[in-house]
């Protein structure tokens, strides 16, 4: 959650850079303005790898959703029938 205290202007920031740093370190996000709008927001290591792995979740599950949509549409094919295919192309014997 953005709190008041973190948002900061640019200017600010690269004077006092070290010391913004470490309150970042404390945790939330710093959001940085320029000319009183949001110019960039800057975010732990730790809070964006978490972030990050949130959004690999997400995209995971919505690729799932798909496949499942997909096949409840009747689209794709039987597993064996790939199989087979590549099993011909290869030319590996049935049963290995």
Known sequence: MLQLGNV????????NAKTHLKRL???GPLVLTVNG???AVLDSPSSYQK????R??????EGIRRGLASADAGEGRPAEEVF???????KIPRGT
């Open 8 to 15: 900061h202007p640019l200017t600010d920031f690269l004077r």
């Open 25 to 27: 370190q404390r945790g």
């Open 37 to 39: 709008r949001v110019a």
């Open 51 to 54: 972030l990050m792995a949130a």
């Open 56 to 61: 690999d979740r997400l995209e995971a599950v």
């Open 84 to 90: 087979e295919k590549i099993r011909r192309k290869h």
